[in-house]
């Protein structure tokens, strides 16, 4: 199959883009968090089709892309009080709620589950290419199950060419981790995934938020979990990665101390001097957590076109997004964490 790629400064690309979704095709989506890989919601033979081009496992869920709110009625069974309060607060942007789905949300959606998620993207072009498609838009990040979400249209292109029919290039995503998945869907509110909408965030909302316990440790394959996604090995890189936890200038020294010749390193603008003679990738001040999210998810990447034999990785703390940063990197590190 040849992948499209498409430039939306014409009209003619999101109705090109909304014709091949509405007719059971995948294409590439930019949104604010990261690359979508989309398809029609309610048609499973679709969705079957994004499950193939990633090679994600089918028990893993999907979350549904709407471009209105009143959507979010015809795709759950009910819509709770506190559902509106989030929406009004934080949508459109990057918050997937989890609430119990409606009847037309097919299997491979849902991965069998009694819910479904539901997202309300605030990107111009996601929102136009949803409308243009005249349905709801199911879609995982945009890479290959178990590397590093996409955060450009070339990261799509470089996962997904000859399995898609088109990638639309909205340029770089500028939240750049994927969106916090918070379940209503049981007694208390439950956060699943940190994501571009912080904790803090969901708690001025709702008061208490119950965090799932797979978001800082490793889980075993055979516990059941929440968000079945949180249980795989996700966003990794080639070479094995080391993530490094707690005084950023103590991190440095570790890390100075124990990397070899052939490492890489992921590190703070400020402590770049120390790695001289490695490849190393900044990812923004120790202090600037948002212009972490959106550097992470290209430097694991860009270390697949090195030659480099090991990762060593700055980690943020858990405060604002620096908790959807630190959730990422320990699972591109399998877990494997230092704390200094
Ligand atoms: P991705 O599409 O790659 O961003 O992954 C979506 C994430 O949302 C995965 O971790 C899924 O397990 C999670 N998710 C999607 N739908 C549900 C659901 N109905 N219940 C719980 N988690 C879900
Ligand atoms: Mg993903």
Partial sequence: MKTLLLHPDTEDAIA???????????????????????????????????????????????????????????LTACVPEAAV?????????????????????????????????????????ARAVIRAAGVPIAAPSANLSGRPSTTTAAHV??????????VVDGGACTV???????????????????GGISLEQLEAVLGTVEVDRAIRQQIG????VSAPGMKYRHYAPHAPVTAVCGDPARGADYIHAHLNPNAGVICFDEFAVRFPTQIVHTIGRSDDAAAQARAIFDALRAFDHTAVTEI???CPDDSGIGLAVANRLKKAAGFHVIEV
């Fill in 16 to 74: 090109q883009a909304g014709t091949l979704l509405a007719a059971g095709q995948v294409v590439g989506i930019p949104t604010e968090t990261v690359y979508g890989l989309g398809a029609n919601a309610l048609d499973g033979a679709a969705v079957r089709k994004i499950f193939a081009a990633k090679g994600r496992p089918i028990d893993n869920p999907l979350i549904v892309h709407i471009a209105d709110f009143d959507q979010i009625y015809d």
């Fill in 85 to 125: 309060h989030l929406a009004t607060a934080y949508w459109p942007g990057p918050m997937t709620i989890i609430l119990p789905k409606a009847a037309c949300i097919p299997d491979e959606v849902s991965a069998g589950l009694d819910t479904v998620g539901i997202r309300l993207p605030s990107h111009p072009i």
């Fill in 157 to 166: 292109m470089e996962d997904m060419e000859g399995k898609i029919a088109a």
């Fill in 176 to 194: 750049g981790v994927e969106s916090t998945v918070v379940s209503l869907a049981g007694d208390t509110p439950r956060l699943l995934r940190p």
């Fill in 221 to 224: 394959d055979d516990v059941q």
């Fill in 312 to 314: 060593w990785a700055q």
